[in-house]
Nanobody, 123 residues
Framework: QEQLVESGGGLVQAGGSLRLSCAAS????????IAWFRQAPGKEREFVAS????????NYAGSVKGRFTISRDNAKNTMYLQMNSLKPEDTAVYYC????????????????WGQGTQVTVSS
């Protein structure tokens, strides 16, 4: 069974931190790239960061570079997103996703998706 399960969302004040987790199982573990996307109300889903299972090569959207860190634990089949210096504009539902391609940033290239976790940053 293919499954991605996110956790760790919540409410935080501006300037605070949160860490999201994404546990992968089944065929999603065969993905080459695993990523975080986010979607705010009324907006399109946007790329946040990605990492390759093999080699741990990372890629970040410009809006989060220097504030967010993506990592993975291959032994646990789990990916993380450490979010620091959070801003109100980071408020969104955050999704993890898996792709067979390397380094895609379009959601169209991702085959597997989690159910999402809400992150709300208050000002």
């Amino acid at each position: 069974q293919e499954q991605l399960v996110e956790s760790g969302g919540g409410l935080v004040q501006a300037g605070g931190s949160l860490r999201l987790s994404c546990a992968a199982s089944g065929r999603t573990v065969s993905s080459n790239t695993i990523a975080w996307f986010r979607q705010a109300p009324g907006k399109e889903r946007e790329f946040v960061a990605s990492i390759t299972w093999s080699g741990g090569v990372t890629n970040y959207a410009g809006s989060v570079k220097g504030r967010f860190t993506i990592s993975r634990d291959n032994a646990k089949n789990t990916m993380y997103l450490q979010m620091n210096s959070l801003k109100p504009e980071d408020t969104a539902v955050y999704y993890c996703a898996g792709a067979s391609l390397f380094f895609p940033t379009s959601p169209k290239n991702y085959n597997y998706w989690g159910q999402g976790t809400q992150v709300t940053v208050s000002s």
